[in-house]
């Protein structure tokens, strides 16, 4: 019997062994005298995987029998991951959660989470779209519930390991229609496998569509799928929930793109109004919930709602246009959050508010290395010119209507402009002399506020000037700020990806 | 030149970042002054026979989207762009005369302020037009939200400010949906532009001109603000802080009504004839509201507020005249309106340090030991009511003989709001200045003269009220060229409809 040895691409393989290669090490220093060592050696394990996916970059191949695709659509999402996963790490040190759960476990999940959102941005297959998407959810339920001796963290873990595993059913479910009615597991072999008949003629296959549409509207919280976002946001160690807020988000959109703009490219015209529909929820929905949040973490969560309600526009109008201005989004989404969850956590710390919107009054005087990044993150997620958020929408606006959903270009117009009721009293908080004798504040100084616990008690009084905090936040503002200004570099690094799938 | 007249204030605000406290303001009149020598320079190099764009840059900003940043000066906008120099040097330097608290911030706002609205008079890109106009917004937000005062009555100044920010948002980012479905749609299909030259060579079509244009439209009224659209501007400028709030009102203002002449008119003519009646409607509607509210104002800052609501609608109904004497006599009006509040806040922050309040009723008498701001402040007054003799009769006049020639019926309810502005003007001069004040138990009342240093920021303002009173034909003569293009724009795109009137 003849037997050919497949063939095996080492190169296109190397950041995933790469990263792969790191869990184990990681791991194992828990146990070892390196004990210490987790957070290096993760730095470097995500530096290691960086490097090879930038020297693949702009070449694309098929791996593993066309199972994953290493193009620069998954490079980009997972470069953004990447830089996601490092800050985590920086924000993370000195965190009570990677003390309890112990420094070399907490982080082997964190890689763990990475490799699954790494393998997710690459998948053009729906088994390993499933396993991709296991690997990173498996290990966020975790870490979610890190913080051991907090009911709210533990609350948080095990409600996103319900609601998670639902989502997960939804889309094993819908996929298992999807192969049913397609005969194939490929991306590539559904498009040719439904194009005969059409999505609306054929009920397997429009039942395969919606479930794993769903699946994934779950994962990237879009309204009416996102209840569980703000619940689990809150109560998740905080680094944490800056990571699910952007990284989860981007590794799930790249999939999502790849999932309706290459296996259902075809069928476009019938699935784009029904994603339209559920974009413009998710920028209402998030909006309004947004509004009156007291709690930061919570604020952010209902506004990523909002934010992936505006990033999903970029997938409905199924053009390359399109996919750039959603990674270009993306990218800017990144610098944005990571800028506020650096300030958030350094507050965390060194205040017993918690979260609370009280933790940042006072700040700019307090604080104006911490008040500037936070101010720039919020009007820079509030789209206003000269930050990246501004150009960011304005991509996307133009890609709408290029696209001819003029209608919704008018829904994010209308969504900033209900985001700014949230984002700017953040603002104020920090820079006006507001409310100061307002009953709410006065009663501010006791522990019943919201987002904070009695457990909230400042860690770290000195954390506002730890460099691994501040450094973080101010580069990531200054990134926002200079992609607000000089566009371009981010553009082109978009546009690199859109030009893969098109 | 245009280049370094955009950036030269956010250089020397954030250079000012790094100079001791009681430095800063001077640095920052300094840059002002620097911006305004190089604006009067612009102005000196100007061709006033030109139609065209002068002194232009244009470079690619954002390839992938079409996005070029260029500047351009021409007849609708150079004096335009010496007003806000102006207007910002003398405000600085009144705030700078004041104790500010943290001042480097202070200052830096006050010069990005003065870049970004620069930048939105000197864009010609419409993209980059709407990211100016957009930024605009940011500084003063911080500039009234921490540096405005909180009202007795429990409104806040950040309150106040985040009302003015949603308010003229909504425009500002419907705009941004219309100037880029203007681009796409201009585009159809090939390379994307967004120059307004360019795109107002071959006009959209009329069906997507409409909503267009309302979004356009929406912006603008807002900003000025136009009758029921205005519901920001009562607390936002009883929050303000007063140098703020004159360099505010003199310039911000006047950018939603160049806007008008600057995008609509030459982008969506058809729409323009189209809704024309509509918007002088909204016009007539601001100069009756506005002038009725600012004759039973008591508090000083609204009544100012609301006389400008009156004076933007006149101005919107000249460029609805969509004639050439009507535009000519609202660019004309649009610096007489900046150099008459301006100089009007300024007075009004005097006024409330002596008398430690800013209700008319508790004013009064000030005339009797400081002739010379009385002086002053009265020939503000005869500026704002248009008093004969005054650039602001001037343009007023050309204002509604291009009304009269277009809408008659139109022209005659306009009349009535000159007859308005001279009760609300002289009102205010008289229950500041002369009469004594309702509680004669109230001793706080100061009649003190106007300081040298103050005198020396208020009289330059004042003098230029006065030499375009003797000069008006300085701004008519250079404006007339570019406004007669803007304006035939509009008529070539409908002959028919304009004839038939």
Redesign the interface.
């Known amino acids: 019997m003849n037997f050919d040895a497949p063939h095996i691409d080492y190169a296109g393989l190397s950041p995933l062994i790469a990263l792969t290669v790191g869990i184990c090490v990681v791991l194992l220093s828990a146990v070892s005298p390196l004990r210490r060592s987790a957070p290096g050696l993760t730095l470097l394990t995500l530096a290691t995987a960086a490097g090879l996916l930038i020297w693949r970059w702009n070449d694309p191949t098929d791996l593993v029998a066309g199972a994953l695709r290493l193009d620069d659509l998954a490079i980009s999402i997972s470069l953004v991951v990447l830089l996601m996963a490092a800050a985590t790490v920086l924000l993370s040190l000195r965190e009570p959660a990677t003390e309890e759960a112990g420094s070399g476990e907490y982080h082997a999940l964190l890689l763990g989470s990475v490799l699954g959102m790494v393998l997710l941005a690459q998948a053009q297959n729906l088994v390993s779209f499933f396993i991709a998407i296991e690997t990173l959810s498996i290990p966020l339920y975790i870490l979610c519930a890190t913080n051991l001796r907090q009911e709210r963290s533990l609350e948080s873990g095990l409600k996103y390991l319900i609601v998670g595993s639902l989502g997960s059913a939804t889309l094993l479910y819908g996929m298992a229609f999807l192969y049913g009615g397609s005969g194939s597991t490929d991306f590539a072999g559904i498009a040719t496998g439904i194009s005969q008949e059409g999505v609306l003629g054929d009920p397997l296959i429009l039942i395969g569509i919606a479930l794993t549409g769903v699946g994934l509207a779950f994962k990237t919280s879009i309204a009416p799928f996102h209840q569980w976002t703000p619940d689990v946001y809150e109560g998740a160690p905080t680094p944490i929930t800056g990571f699910m807020a952007v990284a989860t988000k981007a590794a799930a959109f790249a999939v999502f793109v790849r999932f309706f703009d290459v296996a259902l490219l075809p069928q476009a015209d019938e699935w784009q109004p029904a994603l339209a529909v559920l974009a413009a929820a998710s920028i209402v929905i998030g909006n309004v919930g947004a509004l009156g949040q007291r709690s930061l973490k919570r604020l952010l969560g209902y506004s990523g709602v909002a934010q992936a309600g505006y990033i999903l526009g970029g997938l409905v109008v199924a053009s390359e246009a399109g996919v750039n201005a959603l990674v270009f989004y993306l990218g800017a989404y990144a610098f944005m959050n990571l800028a506020a969850f650096a300030v958030v956590i350094a507050r965390e710390r060194e205040t017993p508010h918690g979260d609370s919107i009280e933790a940042v009054r006072g700040l700019a005087a307090e604080r104006p290395l911490l008040a500037w990044p936070l101010t720039i993150s919020m009007l820079g997620l509030a789209g206003l010119p000269a930050t990246a958020g501004f150009i960011g929408k304005l991509y996307l606006i133009e890609a709408l209507v290029e696209g001819d959903y003029t209608w919704l270009a008018v829904f994010i117009a209308v969504g900033t402009m209900i985001s700014l009721a949230y984002y700017l009293p953040v603002v104020a908080a920090m820079w006006m002399r507001s409310e100061e004798e307002s009953p709410e504040a006065a009663g501010a100084a006791g522990p019943a506020i919201a987002g904070a616990s009695p457990e909230a008690d400042p860690t770290d009084p000195e954390a506002g000037r730890r460099l691994y905090l501040v450094a973080p936040a101010l580069l990531a503002a200054a990134a926002v700020v200079f992609f607000g200004i000089v566009p371009q570099p981010l553009v082109e690094f978009a546009e690199h990806a859109g030009s893969s799938l098109f | 030149m245009t280049n370094s007249l955009l950036w030269t204030p956010l250089a020397f605000g954030l250079i000012g970042l790094f100079l001791p406290k009681r430095l800063t303001g001077w640095w920052a009149t300094l840059g002002t002054g620097v911006t305004l020598a190089l604006a009067v320079a612009l102005l000196a190099g100007f061709d006033s026979g030109a139609a065209g764009l002068q002194d232009t840059v244009d470079v690619e900003?954002?390839?992938?989207?079409g996005?070029d940043y260029s500047l351009g000066v021409d007849g609708l906008n150079v004096f335009l762009i010496l007003l806000t120099a102006l207007l910002w040097t003398g405000g600085t330097a009144f705030a700078a005369l004041r104790e500010q608290e943290?001042p480097h911030?202070f200052f830096l706002m006050m010069l990005l302020g003065e870049t970004a609205t620069l930048g939105a008079f000197l864009a010609q890109d419409l993209?980059l037009f709407v990211?100016?106009f957009?930024?605009m917004?940011?500084p003063f937000?911080?500039l009234f939200?921490?540096w405005g005062t909180?009202r007795p009555d429990g409104v806040?100044?950040?309150?106040a400010?985040?009302k003015m920010?949603?308010y003229t948002?909504?425009g500002s980012?419907?705009m941004?949906?219309g100037a880029?479905?203007t681009?796409?749609?201009a585009a159809g299909g090939g390379d994307?532009t967004f120059s307004i030259a360019e795109l107002a060579r071959q006009p959209i079509g009329e069906g997507s001109q409409r909503w267009i244009f309302w979004f356009f439209a929406a912006a603008f009224l807002v900003k000025m603000p136009a009758f029921l659209l205005h519901g920001w501007m009562p607390d936002a400028y009883r929050a303000a802080p007063l140098p703020v709030l004159a360099v505010f009102s003199g310039v911000l203002a006047k950018v939603g009504a160049y806007g008008f002449l600057r995008v609509v008119l030459p982008l969506f003519p058809d729409a323009t004839v189209e809704f024309q009646e509509v918007v002088l409607v909204i016009a007539l509607a601001s100069i009756l509201y506005g002038s009725v509210m600012a004759f039973t104002q008591t508090n000083v800052r609204l009544v100012a507020g609301y006389s400008s609501i009156a004076q933007l609608g006149f101005i919107t109904a000249g460029i609805f005249a969509l004639r050439a004497d009507g535009a000519d006599g609202a660019v004309l009006q649009m610096v007489n309106h900046g150099l008459v509040v301006a100089p009007l806040f300024i007075i009004v922050a005097l006024l409330a340090e002596r008398s430690g309040s800013e209700d008319l009723r508790e004013m009064g008498g000030m005339a009797t030991r400081a002739p010379v701001l009385a002086a002053l402040f009265l020939i503000v007054t005869l500026a704002t009511l248009a008093m004969p003799g005054s650039a602001n009769f001037v343009g007023e006049f050309y204002i509604l003989n291009g009304l009269f020639n277009s809408k008659i019926a139109f022209a005659f309810v306009a009349i009535v709001g000159v007859a308005l502005s001279a009760y609300y003007a002289l009102r205010l001069y008289q229950r500041t200045m002369h009469n004594r004040p309702a509680s004669q138990q109230n001793k706080g009342i100061e009649s003190r003269e106007i300081g040298l240093r103050d005198g020396l920021v208020l009289v330059p303002l004042v003098a230029c009220i006065v030499a375009l009173a003797l000069y008006p034909q300085l701004i008519l003569k250079r404006t007339d060229a570019s406004v007669q293009q803007t304006v035939s724009a509009v008529q070539d795109q409908a002959p028919g409809e304009l004839a038939r009137r």
């Open positions: 900003w954002i390839p992938g989207l996005v943290r911030l993209l990211l100016f957009d930024l917004l940011v937000y911080f939200g921490a909180d806040t100044a950040s309150a400010t985040l920010i949603v948002l909504i980012l419907l941004l949906v880029i479905a681009g796409v749609i994307i």
